[in-house]
C-alpha cells in the first residue's frame, strides 16, 4: 500500500505561481512513477504531468506544456509540481497519483495508477 498527501494548494492570481507537493509513504518511493492529474467542476479528470520512477522521464499535457514542472525528491519521498503563469483554467483539483508497475514510460491514463491522494484545491482569479 501506498499513502499519498498532497498539500500546497490555494488561491492565487492570474499570473502567478504555486508548488504542490505530495508526499509518499508505505513503499519504496524510488520504485514508483508519479504523476499529477486535475479535475475542474463539471469536468473529468485529466492528466497533467508524470515523472518516471528512474527520474529521468517526464510527460505533460500540452495544457502547461512550458508552465508546469514536475520533479522528485527520493529522499524525501515526495514529488512536486510547480506551476508558473497560472491560468483561470487551472483552476480545479489537483490529485497525486502513484504507478507501481515499474514500466519505463510516464503513462497519462488513470488506469495505469495505482493509488491516489486526496486532492488539494487550486484556485486561480482573473
Do not use: H
Not at 46 to 54: C, G, H, P, S
Not at 69 to 81: E, F, G, M
Not at 93 to 114: I, K
Request: proline fraction near 2%.
Amino acid at each position: 500500500q501506498v499513502q499519498l498527501v498532497e498539500s500546497g494548494g490555494g488561491l492565487v492570481q492570474a499570473g502567478g505561481s504555486l508548488r504542490l507537493s505530495c508526499a509518499a509513504s508505505g513503499r519504496t518511493f524510488s520504485s514508483l512513477t508519479m504523476g499529477w492529474f486535475r479535475q475542474a467542476p463539471g469536468k473529468e479528470r485529466e492528466f497533467v504531468a508524470a515523472i518516471n520512477w528512474r527520474g529521468g522521464g517526464t510527460s505533460y499535457a500540452d495544457s502547461v506544456k512550458g508552465r508546469f514542472t514536475i520533479s522528485r525528491d527520493n529522499a524525501k519521498n515526495t514529488v512536486y509540481l510547480q506551476m508558473n503563469s497560472l491560468k483561470p483554467e487551472d483552476t480545479a483539483v489537483y490529485y497525486c497519483a502513484a504507478d507501481a508497475s515499474r514500466v519505463s514510460v510516464t503513462r497519462r491514463t488513470q488506469g495505469a495508477y495505482d493509488y491516489w491522494g486526496q486532492g488539494t484545491q487550486v484556485t486561480v482569479s482573473s
